[in-house]
């Protein structure tokens, strides 16, 4: 294996060959190395970026209390889902953290070729309870997520849900009643209640849009998102299929189609590269410049308004929209876990630092600054463990639930955003792209058949 990494190359190659070859040289690559053999040396690859310091104090919180331990913390640059290229090297060198921060819905699929270990043997030698007693403590579509064949991969760290986020400047100036998107008054409204109010917000010059409501492919417009609400489906546990090319996955691209038609694609394109122009500053956003009227995201995007926003900046959360009057409330949740590379040390003090970061009291320390919601029921329970500004995405995770744990997860979520693209640009009808979809990843997915995803894997379970 070479070091020039494409994107998400490596794991979709591993992927498709059941992993064999990859597992191969990350075994070989452990055996040797300069990782620390000072049992209470931790070594940590963590968050980056603006949530640093707020790890930091984590991690003194904990070695005040185990002053025996030295936690030696790595800022390692994020990386999308699917992408291990650093921790692939950083194993393959021995050289590889003790804990490692990663996007649980990664996983799976990093558990499937051996670039992680199980936490299984941790608690049956440190903790006096069963595994079930023990992961009781963290939302359950979070340890879903890090469960692979029976194991458990990691501890759940932060998570968070979708939501529509409101611009109420524009909706007033519109005349539209500021109540009908009011979480605390309403329940969610039709998509063609948003198709209604998104024309009564939308503003043109010299045929250019100036102003717009909801773009379903902006920001957290995901196909899975929407899929959500569409009942789509996209694996067979008794046939171990995928089913991207079934109607339900179907009619999300159909939904898709239909409003880039409507709104006209590439205009609305240009609308966002106007608005919102390549390396614009944080600040510079439709929503914020009272431009775009509704907006998909997560919690963390209060950050980003309190930060970089207008101090006039008048916005509130709604309910992702739903296809009928009377259809169920339903979002999904994200996140990061702490696991354990293969070759970790998984000594107690590795176990101590992992169980704090991501307990109660590690979890609140860390939350509330970075706006982020606890998967610790203890944290999320409590009303000081998490920020008072997110209070509807924490109020939403009992309609939450998690992306499939799949051994190929990686290149079931491009082929994805991949269709979503095909079908905006028109460059394939709803039904080749998810054709293109299903014969891109249910080959890579009969390397592991049969699969059994885990049991109520989706499910919160508070």
Known sequence: MTSAFSRRSFLRGATATAG??????????CATGSRSSNPNQVSLWGVTGTFVPFQTKVIKQFTELHPEVDVVVNQVPSQGTGDATSII???RGGTAPDLWLLDRFSAAQYAAIGLIEPIDDLIAE?????KEEFLSQWLGFAVGEVSY????YGLPHDTDARGMFVNRTMLKDAGVDLDEFDWEQ????????????SQQVTKKSAGDYTHMGLLPWYGEGWPFTWGLGLGASYYDQQDSRMTMDSASVRSIYDFYGDWAKRLDYRAAD???????????PPGQTAFMGNRMAFMVSVPSTIQSFDNFGPKDLDWTTAFLPVQQEGDPKYTWSGGFALCLPKGSKKTKAVWELMKYFTGKRGQETYMVPATSVPTNIAALEDPNGSAKSIRYFVESITASTCRPPLPVGGAWWDSLADARSSVLLGTATPEQAVERAQNRVDPMMQTYAPFELPKDYDKVRI
């Open 20 to 29: 064999a070859g990859a597992l191969a040289l990350l075994a070989a690559g």
């Open 270 to 280: 240009t609308f966002i590269a106007t608005y919102e122009p390549t390396g614009h």
């Open 186 to 197: 309403n329940g969610p409204v039709t998509m063609d209640r948003m198709w209604e109010v």
């Open 89 to 91: 090297t950083a194993v």
């Open 126 to 130: 440190y903790e006096d309870q069963s």
């Open 149 to 152: 064949e029976g194991k458990t």
